[in-house]
C-alpha cells in the first residue's frame, strides 16, 4: 500500500487509506464502498485483495461502481478490456504493454506467449497483445510440453508465481522476457519468475525483478485514476 | 430468426418478435428496449445484430438489462465470462464446448487453436477452452505462418469468414476441426470456413456446415433464456 499512497502524494492526488480491522463484516465493508461511491471527491476505490477469508472478494469487487473501479476487476470492465473498449487499463498487463512500447518492441504478428491464466494477468494480458495483433497463447499448469511452447515465443510473460521457473533453455534466442513473478527464492530474497541469470544472456530484452513490471503496474493505477477523474468531470459537464 | 422463433415454439417459450423498419430511430429503440427490460414477462432480449447502420451497436447493447442478455453481449456478461463465472454462455463457442463434450474429446491439456478473434466467437472461445484447460492460441489475419500453428493443433476452430480457408495440409493427423463459417462457395452454395473434402480425411473429427455449429448455437440461446427466467423466479422468491 506504501508505494500507492506515495505515488499518490507525488502525483497531488488526494487519497484515504481505509486500514480496517481483520474482522470487519461484510456489511461494514459494503457500507464503506457505498459510501466512497456516492462521495464526489472519490473518482477510484482499490481494494486491497486478498480479504480475509470470511469476506466474499467477488461480492465486495461488483458493488464498487464500474466508473470507480481503478483495478479494473469489475466484471463490466473486465468485458471491456475483452471487447477492446475501455476506459480502464488492467494494471499489470497495462504497465507490460507499456514497457514493451517504450523498448520499441512491435507486438503485430509476433508469437506471444503468456504462461499463467489468473483473471488480474494472464487473461487480460492475453486480450492485450490480441488487441495489438500478436498471435497469442496462452499456458498453463495443465499445458503439456511447455518448453516447446515457450521455445516459440518472440514475447514471452510469466506470471506464474513460481521462483525462477523460466530458464534459458525454455527461451528462444533474442526473445522479450517480461517477469511478473514476486516471489522469494530459496535464501528468502526477491525474485521472480524467470531464472534471469540463464535468460538474460538468450534474451533479447528483459525484466528484472524488483523493479521491472512492479512500478510500471502503480503508474497504470494512477492512470485509470486521472481517467476516472477526467471522466467524471466530462459526466458533470454534460 | 425464423429458427430462432421455431426453437422457442417447440420449447414452449412464449415470444414476441419486434420487426421494427429499418428507419427506426436510436430513441425507439431503446424505447422498446426499456419496456422489454421493464416486462416482467420478457426474460430474454436479443437484438438482430447488425443494426442499420445509423444506430450504435454498441449503445443499444448496453442498454439491455444484463440479466436479461441472453446472447451474452453485454459487457458485464462479456467481463463474467472471462472471469470465469457467468450465468449465460456465450453461444456460439458454448454450442461448440457441447459438440466437444458429447463427441467425447476431453480438452484438458490439449492443444486449441482458434483462428478468428471476433467478440461474438474467437475470443470467448479461448476463454471457455482455457476454462477447461486447453493451452490455448489466438489466431488471426496478422499471424505469420499459420499453418504452423494449425498444424499443431489438437483442436481446431475455424472463425474467419472466409470459404474453405482451412485446407487438409493445415490440420494435423487426428485433429477435432470445428467449422463456424457460413459462407459461400465460388457457386453460390453454402460452406464453412473449413475445406471439408480436403480436411475431413486427415481431421479425427469434423463438423459440417450447414448443420454442425449453427443448430448448437439456438440451443445455447434457449438454454441462455431459460437461465434468465430461472434466476428472474429465484429473485422474486427471494
Redesign the interface.
Known amino acids: 500500500m506504501a508505494n500507492k499512497e506515495k505515488a499518490c502524494a507525488e502525483l497531488g492526488f488526494y487519497s484515504e487509506k481505509h486500514a480496517l480491522p481483520e474482522e470487519t463484516t461484510e456489511a461494514e465493508l459494503l457500507s464503506l464502498i457505498e459510501r466512497l461511491n456516492n462521495d464526489d471527491k472519490i473518482h477510484g476505490i482499490l481494494v486491497q485483495l486478498p480479504l480475509p477469508k470470511h469476506l466474499d472478494d467477488?461480492t465486495i469487487i461488483n458493488n464498487i461502481l464500474p466508473s470507480k473501479d481503478v483495478d479494473a476487476f469489475?466484471?463490466?470492465?473486465?468485458?471491456?478490456?475483452?471487447?477492446?473498449?475501455f476506459d480502464f487499463v488492467p494494471c499489470t498487463p497495462a504497465g507490460i504493454m507499456e514497457l514493451i512500447h517504450e523498448s520499441g518492441v512491435e507486438v503485430?504478428?509476433k508469437?506471444c506467449v503468456v504462461i499463467g491464466?489468473s483473471?488480474i494477468v494472464g487473461?487480460?494480458m492475453?486480450?492485450l497483445l490480441?488487441h495489438e495483433?500478436g498471435?497469442?497463447?496462452?499456458?498453463?499448469s495443465?499445458?503439456?510440453d511447455l518448453k516447446a511452447?515457450t521455445r516459440r515465443a518472440d514475447i514471452l510473460v510469466a506470471a506464474v508465481g513460481i521462483p525462477k521457473f523460466v530458464t534459458g533453455d525454455m527461451v528462444k534466442d533474442g526473445a522479450v522476457v517480461i517477469d511478473v513473478g514476486m516471489d522469494r527464492d530459496e535464501n528468502g530474497k526477491l525474485c521472480g519468475d524467470v531464472d534471469f541469470d540463464s535468460v538474460e544472456p538468450v534474451a533479447g530484452a528483459i525484466t528484472p525483478v524488483p523493479g521491472g513490471v512492479g512500478p510500471m503496474t502503480i503508474a497504470m493505477l494512477m492512470k485509470n485514476t486521472l481517467t476516472a477523474a477526467r471522466r467524471a468531470h466530462e459526466k458533470k459537464q454534460g
Request: aromatic share 0%; with cysteine; net charge positive.
Open positions: 467477488k469489475h466484471p463490466t470492465n473486465v468485458g471491456r478490456i475483452m471487447i477492446g473498449d503485430s504478428g508469437e491464466r483473471n487473461k487480460p492475453a486480450m490480441l495483433h498471435t497469442v497463447t496462452v499456458c498453463h495443465r499445458t503439456k511452447q
